[in-house]
């Protein structure tokens, strides 16, 4: 309760801050939009229906392609974590492009894919793709030698070893995956709709910027802000509800 | 269940060179009986073990279970770990029944599970925890937890190694008196693997000392004093000091062996 007090004493104190230096005009309102600001323009926006627009426009991309990404990542990370031939065979493959920034891809995407949905869902699956995958993986291949020969020496078959140890012990890394996933696919989607698109969030600040719209930037700003913070809060609580063991553990 | 090892032999690959750690180990182990494999750490014994358990392939020799050569590892045969190796994401409870909850298993009616539960949890003294998960427990309780699950699927034989050697030593001697309570009430085949010579000593009927690498059972002492040992008993304190004669002698080469 403590800590929970602080944390948000410590961002009221840093809106507040905010706040008078714009009353105070200790900063050109042309650069910094004030907290009240921002919360009239968002409502503005979401009364005129703009920001519901982008907002829809950008979550649409960026799920479809995170979970293209999860399912896909969760499986080729899970053979690749139990099969150690497909492990040899991909990993290289999988080591030399992950370096590759997804935004290094666009382009390419955009060129074999069009200027549409599809290139920019392309990307967002790359970029979320690694995270899940890695971590399925070692969540598979980590599985502690004497864990295995326990459930061996009570008599598991291999398809229950998979279901009842290997998927257990990845469920937790899975879920920490898929966090890391969400978080990639957010800053992606931005910068793809920066790159090419007629709406969404990233559209949205950057037409705000190039037509002088501070409070408008601000509010897409806050907006991306909000939908990170509260999509990876739900995730969180996904993985608290999947795997009460762990969040135990790692509270501890 | 009897076991027996026949000039069991066991070598691993360290790179290019081949280390022997078992060299024609032969014992017979009858039903029913505590027997302790005793040595230093490293010798063997637990490899040893892990060849009665399936889990290591012998490269030569056999061991025979009731007269079948072991293929690989099985519930009739349960083994409790050093690290204890419980499952996490179980409970108690669910880690207790995960043998029974297999497919080999499934003709047992989910009431017989309860029963065979609440057995085990009195037995082992686990009365209340059933809904912890081992995280939340102490060492000794998590090494209990180890021991009725091993119980659970009801095997032959039990084997332990080195079971509570990662536990303090207040713990260790109230873990050790409950096994020896355990294994009266039940009669299973207990094969325990100890570094530890006042341990082996208070627990087996037999011990055998494992010599040095590649180990062999270097020597073989009986322990028929009454139970529970008063350990410190004259004729206790005889057998300790036997086996540490018997261990020493398998560090130290004696000349006419070099």
């Known amino acids: 309760m403590m800590s929970t007090t602080r944390r948000l004493a410590s961002v009221a104190v840093v809106l507040l801050i905010w706040e008078l230096a714009v009353r105070f005009e200790l900063a050109p309102s042309f650069t910094l939009a004030a907290p009240s600001t ?36 969760a499986l080729l990370g899970a053979l690749m974590g139990w099969f150690r031939l497909l492990d040899d065979v991909v990993d290289p493959i999988v080591e030399l492009i992950r370096p590759v920034s997804p935004l290094a891809i666009l382009p390419l995407a955009i060129l074999w894919l069009g200027i549409g949905q599809a290139s920019k869902i392309f990307v967002i699956w790359y970029g979320c793709l690694f995270p899940i995958l890695l971590n399925t993986y070692a969540g598979v291949r980590g599985v502690p030698k004497s864990t295995v020969e326990a459930a061996r020496t009570l008599g598991a078959a291999t398809d229950e070893m998979l279901q009842r140890v290997v998927f257990y012990h990845s469920l937790p890394l899975i879920m920490t995956g898929a966090r890391i996933s969400f978080a990639v696919g957010m800053i992606v989607i931005i910068a793809a709709e920066m790159v090419a698109a007629d709406a969404g969030l990233g559209y949205m600040i950057l037409t705000a910027q190039q037509t002088f719209h501070t409070p408008e930037l601000y509010a897409g700003i806050t907006t991306i802000a909000v939908i990170g913070f509260l999509g990876d809060r ?14 135990e553990i790692e509270q501890s | 269940m009897k076991i027996e090892a026949r000039h069991l032999g066991k070598e691993f690959r360290l790179g290019r060179s081949q280390l022997s750690v078992l060299n024609d180990v032969n014992l017979v182990i009858e039903d029913g009986r505590f027997v302790c494999l005793l040595g230093p750490s490293g010798c063997g014994k637990s490899t040893f073990l892990r060849c009665v358990a399936g889990l290591e392939r012998p490269s030569t020799g056999e ?117 020896v309570d355990v294994w009266r009430k039940t009669g299973k085949t207990i094969l325990f693997v100890t570094h530890s010579v006042d341990e082996a000593a208070f627990l087996g009927d037999e011990v055998h000392v494992f010599g040095a690498r590649p180990a062999s059972i270097r020597e073989t002492v009986a322990i028929d004093l009454p139970r529970p040992r008063d350990v410190t008993a004259p004729a206790f304190a005889e057998i300790v000091r036997r086996l540490r004669r018997a261990i020493d002698s398998g560090i130290v080469p004696t000349k006419a062996a070099a």
């Open chain 1, 234 to 247: 739900i995730i969180r609580l996904i993985r608290a509800k999947l795997c009460p063991w762990y969040v």
């Open chain 1, 38 to 73: 921002i919360v009239s323009e968002i409502a503005r926006l979401i009364a005129n229906g703009q920001l519901p627009k982008h907002v829809q426009a950008s979550m649409g991309r960026m799920l479809s392609g995170y979970s293209l990404a999860l399912v896909t990542g």
């Open chain 2, 63 to 179: 061991i025979l279970v009731d007269g079948a050569p072991v293929r690989s590892p099985g519930p009739d045969r349960s083994m409790v770990f050093q690290d204890y190796a419980l499952f996490p994401w179980y409970t108690v409870e669910q880690n207790i029944l995960f043998g029974l909850r297999l497919r080999h298993n499934r003709q047992l009616h989910r009431l017989d599970h309860r029963k065979v539960l609440s057995e085990l949890v009195a037995l082992v003294g686990l009365q209340g925890f059933e809904g912890a998960y081992p995280h939340q427990i102490s060492g000794g309780m998590r090494q209990r937890v180890g021991l009725a699950r091993a119980l659970a699927v009801n095997p032959g034989a039990l084997l332990m190694d080195e079971p509570f050697a990662a536990i303090d030593a207040i713990t260790r001697e109230g873990l050790q008196q409950q096994l």
